[in-house]
């Protein structure tokens, strides 16, 4: 490996004009073995948790729930390190490392186990956030096709650079370690909006074979029985569809919106405002127009989850519009019940055999939709947006601190990659 001055682009005022980072290799700061198999012993109230592959989310944080084992075989002690070595095609937790909070845990195979020599002074916390901060490097250094899998050599000569003085260690690993508390804090908000809306839906919608809500709003609680019927009583579906080869058609200029369910992803709640494709125009004319405002249902992947569009654009066939609809419903309320648990379990026991990868048009005017009067619906759907407002700002903040650390990261850390090319 050749020498080269390492300075991170961000460096904290007591350290500036310090010595530079000193380079080495992960082999050569830390002890490395494999985790055994442990399936065998897996049992539901063990003492022990067996950390596996996917005991680490895509944030390099050990999971509350893993699976659970009545014996330890003594592989990993407090302060270890325990990392991916397998992951499929795409990689991306390849690499992924968090550190163990203390003895009650037992390594599984396919996840490497990293003890820091005694005869090194690279602070753990440090030493776990460089090595998330490169994952990169792992993702380039997984070999195989469908499952792609780490060597120990990558691992071991994975690049490590570090300050020597262990203040500088510590103040960097205080700083990420602190921004990543508060995540984690804004993160369980998120979760406990999530949750409350969940049951607010539970109370605010009748129980499967009730006709009637749990909680109504007092001006409605003498309104009478909500009216239950196949989803083809009120709502007309109309598939998309796909010029194809879809190739030919797209385009990074001079087209029009092509509306994908990967385009979900940078939804904010149920309302897709951005798309990260084009096709032609002459695309677009073997495709179905939505407009904004309407509801769009995925037939596909995401199936069943319905989103409001706020852009005009086109759809391809794992989506369906709905559209007739107004008479009968409120939009909002609408697109609320048709995001509910009431609807997703519908799709499982109506596809065959409950397993659902996509759903047909046939299940979904099958499925039985509830509805009170107009002003009611009204109501339901203010309420629950409003928590969905909350939820959004909420998840905002989240996105917004995740975009912090990672500054924070790209400045307080130097890329092993870059220095590498």
Not at 9 to 30: D, H, M, P, Q, V
Not at 72 to 95: E, K, P, R, W, Y
Not at 291 to 302: D, H, P, Q, R, T
């Amino acid at each position: 490996m050749s020498k080269k001055t390492v300075v991170p682009k961000l460096r904290f005022f007591a350290f500036r004009g310090g010595e530079n980072w000193k380079e080495t290799t992960l082999g050569s700061i830390c002890d490395y073995w494999n985790g055994a198999s442990h399936e065998n012993g897996i049992t539901e109230n063990g003492e022990y948790c067996l950390i596996s592959l996917n005991s680490i989310d895509i944030d390099g944080n050990l999971k509350h729930d893993m699976k659970r084992l009545s014996y330890t075989d003594n592989s990993l002690q407090q302060n270890d390190l325990v990392m991916v070595l397998s992951d499929v095609a795409h990689g991306n937790f390849l690499g992924l490392t968090d550190l163990i909070p203390n003895d009650r845990f037992v390594l599984n195979q396919r996840m490497a186990g990293l003890r820091i020599k005694k005869s090194n002074t690279v602070n753990n916390v440090f030493l776990r956030t460089f090595i998330n901060n490169n994952q990169r490097y792992f993702k380039e250094k997984g070999q195989g096709s469908s499952q792609l899998n780490l060597s120990k050599s990558a691992v071991t000569n994975f690049p490590v650079f570090f300050p020597l003085l262990k203040e500088e260690q510590q103040k960097i690993a205080d700083c990420i370690s602190s921004l990543e508390n508060i995540i984690t804090a804004e993160n369980k908000k998120l979760k406990t909006l999530k949750t409350h809306k969940k049951g607010l839906m539970q109370k605010l919608f009748p129980a499967e074979g009730k006709t009637m809500p749990e909680w109504r709003f007092p001006e409605f609680r003498d309104s009478g029985e909500w009216e239950i019927s196949p989803f083809m009583s009120f709502v007309k579906l109309y598939r998309g569809s796909s010029p194809r080869p879809i190739q030919n058609y797209l385009t990074k200029k001079g087209g029009v919106n092509w509306i994908k369910i990967g385009d979900t992803k940078n939804a904010d709640g149920y309302k897709i405002h951005s798309v990260e494709e084009q096709i032609t125009c002459e695309g677009a004319k073997k495709s179905r127009f939505v407009k904004v405002g309407e509801l769009i249902l995925a037939n596909s992947m995401s199936y069943g989850k319905t989103y409001e569009v706020e852009i005009d654009g086109y759809i391809y066939d794992g989506w369906f519009v709905l559209r007739e609809y107004e008479e009968h419903f409120n939009k909002k309320f609408l697109l609320q019940q048709l995001n509910s648990g009431y609807l997703q379990k519908q799709y499982t026991s109506l596809s065959a055999g409950g397993i659902v990868l996509n759903i047909s048009s046939d299940i979904v005017y099958s499925t039985l939709l509830m509805r009170p009067e107009h002003n009611e619906q009204q109501k339901i759907a203010d309420f629950l947006s409003s928590v969905d407002n909350l939820i959004t700002a909420q998840a905002k903040k989240v996105e917004a601190l995740n975009q912090h650390k990672k500054g924070l990261l790209q400045g307080l850390f130097p890329s092993a990659q870059e220095v590498m090319e």
